[in-house]
């Protein structure tokens, strides 16, 4: 049984940092594309991050580029989202989810088979 559980959310201010971590387990994570998603009250689900599964590709939505970093720890089956200069826009719930070995698309949620439970980040302004 696939099992991915997040942890790092909070309440931090505009320009804060935070990182969210994603541990899972039944997968080795280095044999599947692992992303990061968020869904804001009233909004769709949106693609924030992806690491490929040799993790040489690493695949940002714009609103987070240059201030969002994927990253994994495999010895850890760990995946990690580091936050920098957080801004109100931000708040949502953060979902980790586990993907097959080749995606096609990272941006399409459909194209991931397992997902934490999500974790939740509020950025005051």
């Known amino acids: 049984q696939v099992q991915l559980v997040e942890s790092g959310g909070g309440l931090v201010q505009t320009g804060d940092s935070l990182r969210l971590s994603c541990v899972v387990f039944g997968r080795t994570i280095s044999n599947y594309a692992m992303g990061w998603f968020r869904q804001a009250p009233g909004k769709e689900r949106e693609f924030v991050a992806a690491?490929?599964?040799?993790?040489?590709?690493?695949v940002y939505a714009d609103s987070v580029k240059g201030r969002f970093t994927i990253s994994r720890d495999t010895a850890k089956n760990t995946v990690y989202l580091q936050m920098n200069s957080l801004k109100p826009e931000d708040t949502a719930v953060y979902y980790c989810?586990?993907?097959?070995?080749?995606?096609?698309?990272?941006?399409?949620?459909?194209?991931?088979?397992?997902w934490g439970q999500g974790t939740q980040v509020t950025v005051s302004s």
């Open positions: 690491i490929s599964w040799t993790g040489r590709s690493l």
């Open positions: 989810a586990t993907g097959y070995r080749y995606i096609p698309d990272y941006h399409t949620k459909e194209n991931y088979d397992y």
